[in-house]
């Protein structure tokens, strides 16, 4: 540190590089610090000011803050073993019985996994094993993975490519050659205005049938979805989607990935977002609601079929498998997350977040229905977001990227103290709660942020904008 600076906010702009953020705005203004958990869904800045964090941090913290519990385990197992690796059949106990517990819970068919740190580097360690699993076949064109545009999967270079909002992909030289993408099942912005969940799941499929075909069947190796779709827009599906899909997927030997990332572990009232949307994937990816967010840790669930080819053909032609990290199968982190699960079982999380998602996405509906640039409110669980766009004469359109309509619909209610969030390539605002989240907690955030909502509105008629007429 610079002999005089002491002000964590002055270090922080002169030494901290933040993600997802402009890098010379940041420099100028400085960032809002937050200095302490409170407890459930509120969190207190370094001015002392409250905020009810609407979006549980970055969708993830689902047991709220301020549990003791997970700190007790955090630092009970960092005195008891702080670290060993997973390595050349090197075990630790917690990670052992984290995956039994993770497995137990996971849709049938599911035998193994494997641990990394993030959502990021689950879904690369997805694309790894996809690879793997086709050249231990003896299938080594098999290799293209088609993900969905809107699509969220990580910023490694692999899965910023599969990730399908192109500012992932700005000056990254990304995505990588063997990523495609295809339509997201977005009711405002691929739905045709004459089609019905069979129809559109019908072109969705086909869609996905048409590229492999054109692509080539034995140069596609596997397709990448969210359940619900996050970051680009809490997108559910239509009823059927994931059925048509799989159909398509079985026809011509394509392994289904389900990034549960942030699905899984009960946002969706399910304890899986496979459950709730009947997607039946080959392999999963985890993170986020495994710890609640208190400590760093992903898991990549392998179903038998990959399994047995990792355990069986795969040893012969290439020896012991050569992927793992340092923090693979991490002793305190496994800690963290097996006293966060008991927290989500014991108080019945999970259907508390289908019961508040309901109350969460009717609130929605009630609160917005009356203010013009509404073009949807959407969710499932307590995943939801609210659209904004320019009404017009038979239909939507997108408001002009300058404008910032979400952006500034989110620093209106960031002032009120509700943390929500714009997300990108869109002008929707998200809301992710804690499982916590009381019925009044809600109203609050909604009341908030429809307010918000109101005061951008009337700020951009009274620009004279034609976006709002």
């Known amino acids: ?121 689950a879904n690369d360690t997805q694309a790894k094993i996809v690879w793997y699993y086709n050249n231990a076949r003896g299938k080594p064109e098999k290799k293209k993975i088609i993900a969905r545009d809107r699509g969220y999967h990580g910023v490694t270079v692999m899965t910023a490519g599969l990730t399908g909002l ?7 030289d990304l995505p990588l050659p063997m990523i495609r993408h295809v339509s997201a099942p977005h009711n405002v912005w691929t739905r045709l205005p004459e089609e019905d969940d069979a ?30 779709m996050g970051a680009g827009g809490v997108i559910v599906p239509p009823e059927g989607y994931f059925a048509a899909i799989r ?53 990549v669930l392998v179903g038998d079929k990959v399994w047995r080819v990792i355990s069986g053909e795969a040893p012969a032609k290439f020896g012991a498998f050569g992927h793992g990290y340092t923090y693979t199968a991490h002793p305190v982190m496994a800690a963290a997350a097996l006293a966060n699960l008991d927290i989500v079982e014991e108080e019945n999380l999970v259907e508390r977040a289908g019961e508040m ?22 969710g499932k669980g307590l995943m939801a977001a609210v659209e904004f766009a320019r009404p017009t004469a038979d239909g939507w359109q997108k408001f002009d990227s ?27 605002v998200s809301f992710s709660p804690p499982f916590t989240i009381t019925p009044e907690e809600i109203d609050l955030a909604v009341s908030t942020v429809r307010k918000a909502a109101g005061v951008v509105h009337d700020a951009l008629r009274a620009e004279d904008t034609p976006a709002s007429q």
Request: charged share 20%; with cysteine; proline share 5%.
């Open 1 to 121: 540190m610079r002999p005089g600076m002491t002000d964590p906010r002055e270090l922080d702009k002169q030494y901290v590089f933040h993600p997802f953020s402009m890098a010379h705005v940041h420099e100028q203004s400085g960032a809002l610090m937050m200095a302490r958990s409170a407890d459930g869904c509120w969190i207190t800045d370094d001015s002392g000011k409250r905020h009810l964090d609407a979006m549980a941090g970055l969708w993830c913290v689902n047991v709220g803050y301020g549990r003791d519990r997970i700190a007790d385990a955090l630092a009970d197992q960092a005195r008891q073993l702080s670290y060993f690796h997973g390595f050349s059949s090197m075990a630790t106990e917690p990670a052992a019985t984290l995956a039994e517990r993770v497995i137990a819970k996971a849709p049938e068919g599911f035998s193994k996994v494997f641990f990394g740190a993030s959502g990021s580097d």
């Open 166 to 172: 192109p500012g992932l992909h700005a000056g990254f």
């Open 199 to 228: 129809a559109f799941t019908a072109r969705l499929a086909k869609e996905l049938e048409d590229l492999i075909l054109s692509e080539g069947p034995d140069t596609v190796g596997a397709f990448i979805a969210e359940p619900v």
């Open 247 to 299: 159909e398509v997927l079985d026809r011509y030997d394509v392994l289904l990935i389900a990034d549960e990332v942030i699905c899984g572990f009960g946002r969706l009232g399910t304890w899986f977002g496979t459950e709730a949307l009947d997607m039946q994937p080959d392999l999963m990816s985890v993170a986020k609601g495994i710890t609640s967010g208190y400590a760093p840790l992903s898991g």
């Open 357 to 378: 998602g309901a109350y969460l996405n009717e609130a929605l509906a009630r609160a917005f229905a009356d203010l013009p640039i509404v073009a949807e409110t959407r």
């Open 402 to 428: 300058s404008l910032q309509v979400a952006p500034r619909i989110v620093r209106a209610a960031l002032e009120d103290g509700v943390i929500s969030r714009a997300l990108p390539n869109s002008d929707a």
